[in-house]
C-alpha cells in the first residue's frame, strides 16, 4: 500500500519505479543523518527531480512514514508474536520494550519523529498510520499485562509510547549501554510497588 494513496488509482510502472527509488534513498538518507536529512538529497541520490519526490510525498513526514512502514510492520508483529506465544504478558510486554528500543536505536531516533506531534506543515494528514500501528501494539501487551497485574494499573499507552519516544530521543549518540539501563528504570517504575 503507498501511503497517503488509498483513495487514488495504482501508479504507472514510472511513477511506481520513480516512488520506490525516493523511498530507498530516503531509508539510506534517514538512517546516515537522521530525520532532518536533506529532501533535496533523497531527490539526488534517487535520481529524480525535488518536484517528483514532492509529488509522491507532499510532506517530510509523508516520506518518513514510507520509510519506516515496512519496519512499523515488523515492530508490530512482534508484538503479536510476544502475545501470542506462552510468555508470562509482563515480560511479553518487557521484551517487546527492548525490541522497540534497538528499533528506535536503529533508526536513529526516527520513531520518535513518526510519533511526536507538530509535523511539518502542509495538507491536512490523514491517520497517523505508523503511530496507529505502534499504538495498538503497545496497548494490546500493556492491558495483558495489567490484567496479571505484572503493570501498574495506572499506566496508559500513551505514558508508555511518551516514556520510550522520550527516551530515543534523549540517547541517540549511545552505544546501546546508557539506553538499555534507562529502559530497565523504566520497566522498573512500570511495575506494582511492593
Known amino acids: ?19 520506490e527509488r525516493i523511498v ?16 533535496e538529497e533523497i531527490a539526488r541520490r534517487a535520481g529524480v527531480g525535488s518536484a517528483t519526490l514532492h509529488r ?15 519496519r512499523v510492520d515488523a515492530l508490530c508483529a512482534r508484538a503479536r508474536e510476544r502475545a501470542a506465544a506462552d510468555e508470562e504478558p509482563g515480560a511479553a510486554l518487557f521484551a ?14 526516527l520513531v520518535a519523529s513518526l510519533l511526536r506531534d507538530g509535523q511539518d ?13 505502534i499504538t495498538a501494539a503497545a496497548d494490546e501487551l500493556l492491558r495483558r499485562a495489567q490484567r496479571t497485574g505484572a503493570v501498574r494499573a495506572d499506566i496508559r499507552t500513551s505514558d508508555l509510547l511518551t516514556l520510550l519516544s522520550a527516551l530515543s530521543l534523549a540517547v ?20 506494582p510497588h511492593a
Open 172 to 191: 541517540l549518540d549511545d552505544d546501546g549501554t546508557q539506553t538499555d539501563r534507562m529502559l530497565d528504570i523504566t520497566i522498573n517504575g512500570l511495575r
Open 121 to 133: 506543515a502542509g495538507p491536512p494528514r490523514q491517520d497517523d498510520d505508523c503511530a496507529a500501528m
Open 24 to 39: 530507498s534513498a530516503a531509508q539510506e538518507a534517514f538512517l546516515e543523518q537522521g530525520a532532518d536529512a536533506s529532501l
Open 96 to 109: 517487546w520494550l527492548h525490541d522497540f528500543n534497538a528499533y528506535a536505536a536503529a533508526s536513529h531516533g
Open 56 to 70: 509522491h510525498f507532499p510532506s517530510r513526514h509523508s516520506l518518513l512514514q514510507a520509510v519506516f512502514r515496512d
Open 1 to 19: 500500500m503507498v501511503v497517503g494513496r488509498t483513495a487514488r488509482r495504482p501508479l504507472r510502472a514510472d511513477a511506481r519505479r520513480n516512488y
